[in-house]
């Protein structure tokens, strides 16, 4: 398996702080979940505390409930409102660099946001998350959630808000698409209450008693499961005191530290588990839709109603459980259209890895290769970042290097490779991807094929020149072409001055009129064995007059035959399809 990479500097600073939180508190971390901390591979992390992000596929959103001043979760370090994916709060004044967050809700009535990572990561190894959060300013409402939902389906928007945190669904307000889990850290206590789909009471989930008011589950964590628009939901136990998120103050207080564990689905009765600063808070039965889904994209919702707290996250850090490294797939493209002779069909070669599988480690080459078939030949490749300096016409070689990890369901450049062949026909081209830690045992769609279809060519041509005469004979020309493997010749071209004709195998008659000079014209095509038919090429023949002999007498008295002048001085050159070489018959 491939060495898990060092931890950085947001993954540095949730160690420390759950360290420390252990420190001062004494708490052991017990249970299964919490051994596997650390042992498997880091798929993401972000810290929020600067003027920008670092993942560019963030989206967010909110409102002010019956204002039309708009609200958008943005970084209390930004001063610029225009920053792109995540805005900067423009604060006056903004916190320092580095000492700022990622602010969902402001401490102000009726206010909602959310943070949505919209890029699928992998499932299949089970998943390790710390973030940190903090609830302050204001007088304890509503609450914020962190959900997963299904990988395969674009994130968008949030759930209902209020008690559902922007998960569940609340009123005429759907719950998020593809839900798979939510995990409400809820100040208020509405979390556990005001979604009770009547689908969660038949399946026997946790339900609150009759009787249970919000108080009765203010500064608890539970944890609810997979749904879609108005069913599912459900909870998956019941609310777990969570003294932590009582940690207040008209500052922002030192951060709450969550560890969300969700056990391989290969584990025999897999759980979910939910740590606060070390402490097992919660554990629960997981989900079998989470169980059975390979992908995930996660978010954060939070709002605020009759009171108020600013709702902030610290960091995130997203590792797997298990150890897992890359995949990398490969698909190959060909022209639609069949190619001209003597043109190149440019392949797209597009590597990606896949997203059920770990990073691509940084600095670790990918290497594209490809053999070019028989009677084809590669032209320079190209791409950007691809280096393709080891190409030969006959194999195809480039490299692909990026200096940080390349996180699952990364599309690297497309690689154009042309393709010439001095044959017409298909031309078939296999190519594969391969990288140090990429996984063997998943290596089947590293290999991609593409097919270039080539249409037959044929040279002009030029017959030369030959005299006229009386009783002339046919002069015959081989073709040059690239036809393969079967060729038919389709030839023509009838005037005054004779006649263009289809010979045999790839040769072309051309028979001027007797007694005729001038230009002799027509055309010449091929067909492959394929069907495939060339565009029509030019065929010439110059016929010279002759003139008819003369006599005279000398002084002697003694006859004299002169021959004829020629029409033109030049002597008669070979006929040629190029320098194809031709025969005079009788």
């Given amino acids: 398996m491939p060495a898990r990479p060092r931890p950085s500097r947001a993954r540095a600073l949730a160690a420390a702080l759950v360290a420390a939180v252990l420190v001062v508190l004494g708490a052991p971390v017990t249970g299964s979940a919490a051994a596997a901390e650390g042992t498997g591979t880091l798929l993401l992390e972000d810290a929020f505390r600067g003027t920008t992000v670092e993942d560019p596929t963030y989206r967010v959103g909110g409102a002010r409930d019956g204002s039309p001043a708009p609200w958008s979760p943005c970084l209390t370090a930004g001063t610029s409102t225009a920053t792109s994916p995540v805005p900067g709060c423009g604060l006056s004044p903004a916190d320092a660099d580095g000492a700022g967050a990622l602010r969902l809700t402001p401490a102000e009535y009726g206010v909602n946001g959310f943070v949505l990572y919209d890029h699928p990561l992998p499932l299949r190894a089970g998943l390790d998350i710390t973030f940190t959060s903090y609830q302050w300013?204001?007088?304890?409402a509503d609450g914020l959630s962190f959900f997963l939902a299904d990988g395969a389906r674009s994130l968008t928007r949030a759930g209902g808000y209020g008690g559902a945190l922007g998960y569940s669904n609340r009123g005429n307000a759907d719950g998020v698409a593809g839900g798979l889990l939510g995990v409400g850290l809820d100040a208020y206590g509405n979390y556990p209450l005001?979604?009770?789909?009547?689908?969660?009471?038949?399946?026997?989930?946790?339900?609150?008693?009759?009787?249970?008011?919000?108080?009765?589950?203010?500064?608890?964590?539970?944890?609810?499961?997979?749904?879609e628009g108005?069913?599912?939901?459900?909870?998956?136990?019941?609310?777990?005191?969570?003294?932590?998120?009582?940690?207040?103050?008209?500052?922002?207080?030192?951060?709450?530290?969550?560890?969300?564990?969700?056990?391989?689905?290969s584990s025999a009765a897999p759980m979910v588990t939910v740590f606060l600063d070390g402490r097992q808070a919660t554990r629960v039965p997981q989900p079998a839709a989470l169980a059975r889904t390979s992908t995930f994209r996660f978010g954060w919702g939070s709002s605020t109603g009759g009171q108020t707290d600013h709702h902030e996250i610290g960091m995130i850090s997203v590792s797997s459980v298990d150890p897992m490294g890359p995949d990398l797939a490969l698909t190959a493209t060909s022209p639609t259209e069949p190619v001209a002779s003597g043109a190149a069909a440019p392949l797209a070669l597009t590597a990606r890895v896949r997203s059920v599988s770990g990073p691509l480690p940084a600095r670790e080459p990918v290497v594209l290769h490809a053999d070019a078939p028989e009677g084809a030949s590669f032209a320079a490749p190209a791409g950007t970042g691809w280096d393709c300096a080891t190409t030969t016409p006959t194999r195809l070689r480039c490299s692909w290097t990026a200096d940080r990890a390349t996180r699952p369901g990364t599309t690297l450049p497309v690689l154009t490779a042309p393709l010439r062949s001095t044959v017409s026909g298909r031309q078939q081209v296999v190519a594969v991807v391969t990288s140090a830690s990429d996984e063997p045992a998943v290596r089947a769609d590293n290999t991609a094929g593409a097919e270039a279809v080539f249409v037959p060519g044929v040279e002009p041509v030029d017959g030369g020149e030959v005299d006229a005469a009386a009783d002339p004979g046919p002069l015959v020309v081989a073709l040059r072409t690239d036809a393969r493997p079967q060729v038919?010749?389709?030839?023509?071209?009838?005037?005054?001055?004779?006649?263009?004709?289809?010979?045999?195998?790839?040769?072309?008659?051309?028979?001027?009129?007797?007694?005729?000079?001038?230009?002799?014209?027509g055309t010449v095509a091929v067909v492959d064995g394929d069907g495939r038919r060339s565009p029509q090429a030019p065929v010439v023949l110059v016929v010279r007059p002759v003139a008819p002999p003369v006599s005279g007498s000398t002084r002697s008295g003694e006859e004299v035959v002169l021959p004829a002048p020629s029409a033109r001085s030049a002597p008669a050159r070979s006929a040629t399809s190029s320098s194809a070489p031709a025969t005079r018959r009788p």
């Fill in 488 to 521: 038919v010749v389709k030839a023509g071209g009838t005037s005054r001055t004779g006649d263009v004709r289809p010979g045999t195998g790839t040769e072309v008659v051309l028979t001027p009129a007797p007694r005729t000079s001038g230009l002799l014209r």
């Fill in 230 to 265: 108005k069913r599912g939901y459900c909870m998956l136990g019941a609310p777990a005191d969570a003294p932590e998120l009582r940690r207040r103050g008209a500052a922002r207080p030192e951060a709450v530290v969550a560890r969300v564990v969700v056990d391989p689905p």
């Fill in 194 to 227: 005001e979604t009770r789909n009547d689908d969660c009471r038949t399946s026997g989930a946790w339900t609150p008693p009759e009787g249970a008011r919000s108080s009765d589950y203010a500064y608890h964590v539970s944890v609810r499961g997979d749904g």
């Fill in 137 to 140: 300013g204001g007088n304890g």
